[in-house]
């Protein structure tokens, strides 16, 4: 069974860094859609950075980009999320997600509708 497994979470003071890491088992990240999404209290759960593993489309939300980078490494299946310039606003349960690649639907789509879900590391970032 494909698991997911988060790590990296922690509590950092507005400007901080944290580098978040996402462990697969079962099964190689290369050629999947993978990505971070985030859920803080109260509100709905959304897309943070999304890539297709093949070194293809890359998604940012836009109240991350440029503060936050998604990168991989194929041969310890492992997906990273280095998060800098931390701000209140992305305090948040941070969730590692994976999904077969479907043609014709991004990635963020197919995460949504089929991925396989890690249990959630916990970033807090205080004022």
């Known amino acids: 069974q494909v698991q997911l497994v988060e790590s990296g979470g922690g509590s950092v003071q507005a400007g901080g860094s944290l580098r978040l890491s996402c462990a697969a088992s079962?099964?190689?990240?290369?050629?999947?859609?993978m990505g971070w999404f985030r859920q803080a209290p109260g509100k709905e759960r959304e897309g943070v950075v999304v890539i297709h593993t093949d070194g293809g489309t890359i998604y940012y939300a836009d109240s991350v980009k440029g503060r936050f980078t998604i990168s991989q490494d194929n041969a310890k299946n492992t997906l990273y999320l280095q998060m800098n310039s931390l701000k209140p606003e992305d305090t948040a349960m941070y969730y590692c997600?994976?999904?077969?690649?479907?043609?014709?639907?991004?990635?963020?789509?197919?995460?949504?509708?089929?991925?396989?879900w890690g249990q959630g590391t916990q970033v807090t970032v205080s004022s």
């Open positions: 997600a994976a999904a077969t690649p479907l043609k014709g639907v991004a990635c963020i789509t197919a995460i949504q509708a089929l991925g396989h």
């Open positions: 079962e099964y190689t990240i290369s050629n999947y859609c």
